[in-house]
């Protein structure tokens, strides 16, 4: 399930907000089952919200120009941490993102 929780950020580039409330529902399904799922959906749904807080501040830098490079790198590294944090999952162990913002404490 803590892979299930990571994988659901994906649902962001087919639906709108996907990334926040793909992750999010399964969270609240099964954090107080599991609390792997508990510790997992906590850094993901951080690590989320961090992302949409840069993606915002990028669009804003689009209109110096440099916004679209780095909304560009922001996507990418978004993809490769999701799937290194997946794949942390798969062995039992709970990924800390990096360049999270803490909104979700423990």
């Known amino acids: 399930m803590g892979v299930a929780v990571h994988l659901a950020s994906f649902s962001g580039y087919l639906i ?3 990334s926040i409330l793909g992750p999010l529902i399964v969270w ?3 954090r ?3 609390a792997f799922v508990d510790s997992c959906g906590r850094n993901c ?3 989320k919200i961090s992302v949409m807080v840069y993606a ?3 669009m ?3 209109f110096v120009g440099i916004g679209f490079i780095l909304l560009g790198v ?6 490769v941490v999701t799937i290194i944090a997946a794949m942390k999952a798969s062995e039992g162990i709970s990924y800390q ?3 999270t913002i803490k909104f979700l404490k423990a």
């Open 56 to 58: 915002i501040i990028s």
């Open 28 to 30: 609240l399904m099964k």
């Open 74 to 79: 922001l996507a990418i590294f978004d993809i």
């Open 60 to 62: 804003i830098l689009m």
């Open 16 to 18: 709108p907000f996907g």
């Open 97 to 99: 993102y990096p360049l």
């Open 45 to 47: 749904l951080n690590f």
């Open 32 to 34: 107080e089952e599991i």
